[in-house]
């Protein structure tokens, strides 16, 4: 007899195995980017010298001196550094980061509550990067859209898949025993 439920290939046992390691990578690498970038907004702003050396020589390769608008973004740019705006982005970036861990590490052991920790923080995301795509189409913008949304479908469909067999009731076990 057939299985009236047609499974795909990409979700039986061996390819499903790979596919849920691959997209666990995906989401440590992904938070090890974001984790360097949030050090980075935390601690670059405290260091006055570094900020120094890097505005003059930006200022130095741009020419500032004769463009009034570039004068004007710095300016800006400036501001929003005094502000705390990058303090605080680079707080979210790392509360971001924590969370991108925790799926990878979670859907790398394959854990359940990992899977759906991981539908609903990438699906979270998806009406964002629609928005994005509509107001600044491009190739890397649709294609970052297709894996979330890949990754929320795989994701789905592997937790639709039949729960592990319940251990038997302790009275089973113990009637088996005398």
């Known amino acids: 007899m057939t299985n009236p439920a047609h499974i795909p290939v990409i979700l039986q046992e061996p390819r499903r195995h790979r596919y849920l390691k691959l997209i666990a990578l995906f989401k440590i690498g992904k938070g090890m980017l974001l ?19 890097l505005s003059s020589w930006t200022a130095d390769e741009i020419l500032m001196e004769h463009s009034k608008p570039m004068a004007f973004l710095l300016h800006n740019l400036q501001a929003v550094l005094a502000g705390g705006t990058l303090r605080a982005t680079g707080l979210l970036a790392l509360f971001y980061t924590a969370v991108l861990f925790t799926e990878g590490i979670g859907v790398y052991l394959e854990q359940r509550w990992a899977e759906l920790l991981m539908i609903f923080a990438t699906s979270a995301l998806i009406p ?5 795509l509509w107001h600044r189409p491009g190739l890397s913008s649709a294609l970052i859209l297709m894996v979330n949304c890949f990754i929320v479908w795989f994701l789905y469909r592997v937790l639709r898949r039949k729960p592990n067999p319940a251990p038997a009731p302790v009275e089973r076990e113990l009637a088996k025993i005398s």
Do not use: K, P, Q, Y
Request: charged share 20%; net charge positive; glycine share 4%.
């Open 35 to 53: 984790l360097l970038l949030g050090i980075s907004l935390l601690f670059l702003n405290a260091r006055t010298r570094w900020m120094d050396f």
């Open 128 to 132: 964002v990067e629609v928005r994005h």
